[in-house]
């Protein structure tokens, strides 16, 4: 008799962004004379630039001919790619990160959710309260938990709130973690963490001999100077901390496919005698295992994003985007509601008005603005009461959604 893992069977309803497209398709086929603007899952519309797109056609171009044909690639990615990566978003801002920390990947969504393969099944997990729901997800499908509670809550689970009391920002957790998610710029709320407040994170990691799972999707939408971009400019970090990266929505490689992580060689972790083990080791035998890396053609392309024109014109996308956060921001604070994000990321986190329920609203802006959001409570028990907007529509959308809401009775 085939057994199931009934870890799975502990997950609440469906996964978050599924439910949402299951309810606006219902909407659509009712009613197929409606436009709806979507602006809930963080997914990009605008095309590849045309310096990623040329090193595209090139890779695939080299895929036809006998002479530059690849097969099987390094699992951990290609050289060129690795080390293009370690020399700008690392090495160019004085942090010593080499090409053989750097992990090719094909999503972040799949890192975090993979990276508690190789820690013990008996680790506690800290995470943020709303939050990106793979990492809550992930952690009760690897069987770290127990049950969901009526508050939301998992078992064993280590949650901290994130509310507009305390800035959106989490307490450092009184129980002893052993793996701790961050997110910064944050997903969902839009926030960021000041270089004092990674310290304490660090410091904390350190005293408590804890791991750090750094993910910085969002990072090349940070505008203002005093932000760090990567945990690795706190010092001690590269001892205690692996970061996330993707080209996602730096980049538009959303149905593209490519994405980093970085584990230091100096990342230790512990076998049950006390031991000290490499994590880095751990994480290259776990890819080179179930992994088989990127194609070639794809991580050619990513790297054309740090050439010059590249950069310029990836920029100029990013700048798009923040666009469309500035003018939701602004419209939404002026229809009234308190409005969170939109500045060093591309999310808007609204607080709906008269304590209405996220899911509510979210059924309230579908049928009568036709606008699609995401639900606050569905990142987690404090996000209850909240909605986020994602910036990644077209202008000429995103204004309309904008008139819309504000006309909404």
Not at 137 to 155: A, F, I
Not at 181 to 202: H, I, M, Q, S
Not at 286 to 302: E, H
Not at 363 to 385: I, Q, Y
Request: charged share 25%.
């Amino acid at each position: 008799m085939a057994l199931i893992n009934e870890n799975y069977q502990k997950l609440q309803a469906g996964y978050l962004f599924p439910e949402i497209g299951r309810r606006v398709e219902q909407f659509i086929s009712s009613n197929p004379d409606k436009k709806v603007i979507k602006m809930g899952i963080g997914d990009v519309t605008r095309p590849l630039v045309p310096s990623v797109i040329n090193a595209f056609h090139e890779g695939v171009e080299e895929m036809a001919k006998s002479e530059s044909f690849r097969g099987y690639g390094p699992e951990q990615g290609y050289s060129f790619l690795r080390e293009i990566i370690a020399g700008n978003d690392y090495q160019n801002r004085g942090i010593d990160i080499s090409a053989d920390d750097i992990f090719i990947s094909d999503g972040s969504k799949c890192d975090t959710g993979n990276i508690q393969e190789i820690f013990s099944s008996d680790s506690k997990i800290a995470i943020c309260d709303p939050v990106y729901p793979v990492y809550a997800d992930t952690t009760v499908m690897s069987g770290k938990t127990g049950s969901c509670q009526p508050n939301g809550y998992y078992d064993g689970i280590i949650y901290m709130p994130c509310t507009r009391e305390n800035g959106f920002i989490p307490e450092l957790p009184e129980e002893r973690p052993d793996l701790i998610f961050l997110c910064y710029p944050n997903n969902p709320t839009g926030t960021v963490a000041t270089r004092d407040e990674l310290k304490k994170w660090v410091d904390y990691a350190e005293k408590n001999r804890c791991i750090i799972l750094y993910d910085a999707a969002y990072e090349a939408f940070i505008t203002e100077e005093n932000i760090p971009h990567s945990i690795y400019e706190i010092e001690g970090a590269k001892k205690l901390a692996i970061e996330f990266r993707s080209f996602s929505k730096t980049a538009g490689f959303t149905g593209t496919r490519c994405a980093f992580a970085v584990v230091p060689g100096e990342l230790t972790a512990y076998d049950k005698s006390g031991n000290s083990v490499s994590v880095k080791s751990l994480w290259n035998r776990r890819q080179s295992t179930k992994f088989n890396g990127v194609s070639y053609p794809v991580q050619k392309a990513a790297s054309a994003v740090y050439s010059e024109e590249g950069k310029k014109e990836v920029a100029e996308v990013i700048n798009y985007y923040l666009g469309n956060a500035k003018i939701m921001k602004e419209s939404l604070t002026a229809s009234g509601y308190e409005v969170y994000g939109g500045v060093n990321a591309p999310y808007i986190w609204v607080r709906t008005k008269d304590d209405m329920k996220s899911w509510e609203f979210f059924d309230k802006l579908l049928n009568e603005a036709n606008v699609v959001g995401t639900p606050g409570s569905g990142f987690g028990p404090s996000g209850e009461g909240y909605f986020r907007f994602s910036a990644f529509a077209g202008r000429q959308n995103t204004v309309e959604a904008m008139e819309r809401i504000k006309n909404l009775r």
